[in-house]
């Protein structure tokens, strides 16, 4: 029996094109796919796929594995994975997206969903999935499903206009880098007729990733965009992720906007329409982002990290909106999925709808001084994790949880959160608190203990 956990990860399919991944197993995976939404009574599956070179053959092999099992297959053809939800959700059946978001060109994988967009991770679906496959998929012995094509672009790029109204916005310039990601095959519909002025960055189509990777949380990847938001005088600059799912704000000055900040902003604008309505937030998510939504009237709800744990939260509470500080953003509205585009829809509107610069606007929601992800390669991550914990956990007014890693609330409100990497030898820190030298000086402690 052949062993899959190298490539089925927390919440996806990824590995290299090739060695992990080829279009036979694509097939497989298709197959077991088939057999599991088929027990939910699915009668179709739509199947979207990135720019990378790998993805239309592993689509259509993952197509043929699907209708083997006597299920049709509806096929969006180039499309970005929150366009793939989107699908999902106005066509009511799974769906299954060929892409490998940020990761190096050599890399594909298939992100899949439930009809309405629900997730499927290792405790929804993938680890049947992959048990499925590593026994070998059964044959089906009816007829088999059928194929067709349907252009949703517009579709989808209607849907997030109205949800958010930007024809009454003060004229912007925004700058946009698509990294030769999806986000240059969306943004040109969805902005089109707005009173945005595009300034394009790496808008072509290319899987080969020319000019930087397509992925924003490394700030060597927001370097262009900077400048250009600088050369032009832009009120904004958006970043997008490979497949578009996530986006990266940074402002006149070409500054960074944090992602807590970027979920606060949006939260407020999504309470103004629902007065107390729910926010989830991950649990390395500032701080501020908890005491805003309680002051402008929300509930806030903290969770752990990942779509899969999101979204399952969002629906228990029937939360309006959530965050991640990874720029990953959910809207109950787009069928709790994340949708980068939506969220920058969000920002831009709060920036169009008054006179201040984003800099100014953005401000209101930042209260606390963060690390960012540090990362730290370890040989026994639960070793240094309880090294870690009995560190801190006998302080006086100390409190730790391990809702998601280890969580350690200093007096005085500074923090951290250490996790262990899913796929790597690799811890995560995150530390935030009120100064840079409390920043400095209790990352330098937890360091010290973790590299020991």
Not at 112 to 126: D, F, I, K, T, Y
Not at 229 to 258: H, K, L, T, W
Request: one cysteine or more; a negative charge; glycine letters at 10%.
């Amino acid at each position: 029996m052949r062993d899959l956990s190298g490539i089925v990860k927390a919440y996806d399919i990824r590995g290299i094109v090739g060695e992990q991944l080829d279009a036979e197993l694509a097939a497989q995976f298709g197959g077991a796919f088939a057999r599991l939404v088929v027990a939910e009574a699915a009668s179709a599956v739509v199947i979207g796929h990135d720019m990378r070179q790998s993805s239309p053959g592993l689509a259509e092999a993952f197509a043929e594995g699907v209708t083997a099992q006597g299920i049709d297959v509806i096929r969006i053809g180039l499309a970005s994975t929150d366009q793939l939800y989107f699908a999902s959700g106005m066509l009511n059946v799974p769906g299954a997206m060929f892409t490998a978001s940020h990761n190096p060109a050599e890399y594909n994988g298939i992100k899949l969903c439930r009809a309405g967009a629900a997730p499927v991770g290792q405790e929804s679906g993938l680890a049947e999935i992959r048990e499925v496959v590593e026994q070998g998929v059964p044959e089906f012995a009816g007829a088999n499903g059928t194929v067709t094509d349907r252009d949703v672009l517009d579709d989808y790029a209607a849907h997030l206009r109205k949800l958010v109204d930007l024809s009454g916005s003060r004229p912007l310039k925004l700058v946009v880098d698509a990294g030769n990601g999806m986000a240059g095959h969306t943004v040109p519909t969805v902005f089109d007729g707005l009173p945005i002025e595009i300034v394009p960055l790496y808008f072509e189509l290319d899987g080969t990733f020319p000019n930087h990777e397509a992925n924003p949380l490394d700030p060597a990847n927001l370097v262009d965009v900077q400048r250009m938001v600088r050369e032009v005088n832009a009120d904004a600059g958006i970043a997008f992720d490979g497949d578009a799912d996530r986006c990266f704000v940074v402002d006149e000055r070409g500054e960074p906007v944090s992602p807590s900040t970027i979920t606060a902003l949006v939260a407020v604008r999504e309470l103004s329409r629902e007065p107390g309505g729910t926010v989830i937030h991950n649990l390395i998510t500032s701080r501020a982002v908890p005491e805003i939504v309680a002051e402008h009237g929300g509930v806030p709800v903290r969770s752990r990290v990942g779509h899969s744990f999101i979204k399952a939260t969002m629906a228990e509470t029937d939360a309006i909106f959530g965050g991640e500080h990874s720029a990953h953003y959910y809207f109950r509205d787009f069928w709790r999925a994340d949708t980068g585009m939506l969220a920058a829809m969000h920002v831009l509107a709060a920036l169009g709808e008054q006179e201040r610069p984003l800099s100014e606007l953005a401000s209101r929601y930042e209260r606390y001084v963060a690390s960012g992800e540090i990362n730290s390669t370890v040989d026994d991550q639960v070793a240094r994790l309880r090294a870690v914990k009995e560190a801190f956990s006998s302080r006086n007014g100390t409190r730790v949880d391990e809702l998601d890693g280890l969580t350690v609330e200093l007096p005085g409100g500074a923090w951290f959160n250490l996790r262990a990497s899913n796929t790597e030898p690799l811890l995560r820190l995150n530390v935030e608190a009120a100064d840079e030298d409390t920043v400095r000086s209790l990352t330098d402690e937890v360091l010290t203990i973790i590299r020991a």
